[in-house]
Nanobody, 122 residues
Framework: QVQLVESGGGLVQAGGSLRLACAAS????????MAWYRQAPGKQRELVAR????????DYADSVKGRFTISRDNANNTVYLQMNSLKPEDTGVYYC???????????????WGQGTQVTVSS
């Protein structure tokens, strides 16, 4: 099977930085899209950033453009989210989302990390 392990969340003051990481392990044939989502209290989960398999194309939510950077290390099946100039409204639980193929005769399916709390104080 597949496991996703997230790390890097925590408490930071407004204007500070955090770097999240999510490592996939297990019976992995290939990985395609990797992404980060977040969910604030009382709100729906939303896409924060997404990166394609080759790392040559990225998408960001308008609210984080210019402040967050998504990247990936394909050799280690890891996706990162560098978060700079953090704001209180960035507070929430951050989840990694990775599309993984585990059988050659099956297409990729999505897997979710366990979530990591990010709290930005004003």
């Amino acid at each position: 099977q597949v496991q996703l392990v997230e790390s890097g969340g925590g408490l930071v003051q407004a204007g500070g930085s955090l770097r999240l990481a999510c490592a996939a392990s297990g019976s992995i044939i290939s990985i395609t899209t990797m992404a980060w989502y977040r969910q604030a209290p009382g709100k729906q989960r939303e896409l924060v950033a997404r990166i394609t398999s080759g790392g040559d194309s990225t998408d960001y939510a308008d609210s984080v453009k210019g402040r967050f950077t998504i990247s990936r290390d394909n050799a280690n099946n890891t996706v990162y989210l560098q978060m700079n100039s953090l704001k209180p409204e960035d507070t929430g639980v951050y989840y990694c989302n990775i599309w993984i193929q585990i059988r050659r005769w099956l297409g990729a399916r999505e897997y979710w990390g366990q979530g990591t709390q990010v709290t930005v104080s004003s």
